[in-house]
């Protein structure tokens, strides 16, 4: 199966970019992972919070393939422990599908669309972190979750 972390937005701290290259490398040892950055939006200044989710929505869906299961990076999805959230993969791994798609929308979250287009959302936190730094915890609990499926020292209970 084919992953993808898509995101709105570049990394500019050079640490977390570190620390994600870092997963990615560890993470392509068990499966095809890949990162695809959407750009900002030019003049979202100018925008209500409204029109620039659509915008980004936009560019998300253009990512996404009708076969593809999504899973939103949301604060209002479903939390799990890093061995729930293991089990939770495996099961979409075996399900039949090419390719899942994990989004990471933009700061003001995303559109009804992408909402609609989901198959489930998952919440890393009760806490609230930059979109940036999302990305590295992320990284880290994908990784971690790949390490508990294949029976690895990795995860301490």
């Known amino acids: 199966m084919k992953v993808t972390l ?13 620390g994600i290259d870092k997963y990615l490398k560890r993470i392509n040892k068990y499966l095809q992972f890949d990162i695809d950055t959407i750009p900002d939006i030019k003049n979202s ?3 209500s919070t409204t029109v ?3 915008k980004e929505g936009e560019l998300i869906l253009k990512k996404i393939q009708q076969g593809d299961y ?18 939770h993969l495996n099961s979409i791994y075996v399900s039949g599908y090419k390719r899942l798609i994990f989004v990471i929308g ?7 669309d992408i909402y609609n287009r989901c198959n489930g959302k998952i919440s890393l936190s009760k ?7 999302i990305r590295l ?5 994908f990784y ?3 390490t508990i499926l294949k029976g690895e020292p990795y995860h301490h209970e």
């Open 137 to 141: 915890i992320f990284a880290e609990q």
């Open 6 to 18: 898509i995101v709105v937005g570049k990394t500019d701290e050079k640490y977390l970019e570190q």
């Open 106 to 112: 933009g700061p003001y979250g995303f559109s009804n």
């Open 45 to 47: 200044k100018n925008m």
């Open 52 to 54: 620039q989710k659509e």
């Open 127 to 133: 806490m609230t972190f930059s979109h940036q730094i």
């Open 144 to 146: 971690r979750a790949q």
């Open 70 to 87: 999504v899973i939103l990076l949301d604060e209002k999805g479903k939390t799990f422990t890093s061995k729930e959230f293991a089990s």
